[in-house]
């Protein structure tokens, strides 16, 4: 599986961005999607999670915030940010896991995209 993740930009504190993941594959309807972010000198950490069903999970930090959305005609999963705060400034990447439920360990996905780098200014 090969993942393509764009979208990433410079953008004021408050304001919105949306992320895109393209993937290859016929079975993309059979994935279990999600974005993580690593700042600087950070470990990458989850952000939200989408399953093959359409249920999805959410860290805290930006919960009534970010959505994640699939679309599986199309092979893409987008994250839509909202409220940009300094703090999510961070490269944003995709993922698959082949783990069912809202595992936000990054060792349950087992294919990643590049990142895209998202920079909130304040």
């Known amino acids: 599986v090969q993942l393509q993740a764009s979208g990433g930009g410079l953008v004021q504190a408050g304001g919105s961005l949306r992320l895109s993941c393209a993937a290859n594959?016929?079975?993309?309807?059979?994935?279990?999607m999600g974005w993580f972010r690593q700042a600087p000198g950070t470990e990458r950490e989850f952000v939200a999670r989408?399953?093959?069903?359409?249920?999805?999970y959410y860290t805290d930090f930006v919960k009534g915030r970010f959505t994640i959305i699939r679309d599986n005609a199309k092979n893409m999963v987008y994250l839509q940010m909202n409220s940009l705060k300094p703090e999510d400034t961070a490269a944003y990447f995709c993922?698959?896991?082949?783990?069912?439920?809202?595992?936000?360990?990054?060792?349950?996905?087992?294919?990643w995209g590049q990142g895209t780098l998202v920079t909130v200014s304040s």
């Open positions: 993922a698959v896991s082949r783990v069912a439920g809202t595992t936000t360990r990054a060792a349950d996905y087992v294919h």
């Open positions: 594959g016929r079975t993309f309807r059979d994935y279990h």
């Open positions: 989408i399953n093959r069903s359409g249920g999805t």
